[in-house]
């Protein structure tokens, strides 16, 4: 059974960084697209980014591109999302999620698994 967990969140200032990371505690996504969604208060879940499972397709939500970036370490133990130049509008829950297949898109029903999420604030 895959159990995600997402770490990395916090408080930070519009313009700052911040990494979160996204492992399953129990095994590697060896063959799993991963991607990351964020869910802002009073609003739906939507998505940020995917990376496939051999971490050389990705694809990113129009509004982060070019700002964030996803990618998985050489033994499939951990998928991050690199945020930098973050703005006020970026504040919201975000979830980890993996596919049962090895590529999956921006359609959160494309995932099967997903963890409790991890809040991002930034301060304007």
């Known amino acids: 059974q895959v159990h995600l967990v997402e770490s990395g969140g916090g408080l930070v200032q519009a313009g700052g960084s911040l990494r979160l990371s996204c492992a399953d505690s129990?095994?590697?996504?060896?063959?799993?697209?991963v991607g990351w969604f964020r869910q802002a208060p009073g609003k739906e879940r939507t998505f940020v980014a995917t990376?496939?499972?051999?971490?050389?397709?990705?694809h990113y939500a129009s509004s982060v591109e070019g700002r964030f970036t996803i990618s998985r370490g050489e033994t499939h133990t951990t998928v991050w999302l690199q945020m930098n130049s973050l703005e006020p509008e970026d504040t919201a829950l975000y979830y980890c999620a993996a596919s049962a297949r090895g590529e999956a898109g921006t359609n959160d029903d494309e995932y099967h698994y997903w963890g409790q999420g991890t809040q991002v604030t930034v301060s304007s």
């Open positions: 129990g095994r590697a996504f060896w063959a799993n697209a």
């Open positions: 990376i496939n499972w051999r971490g050389d397709r990705t």
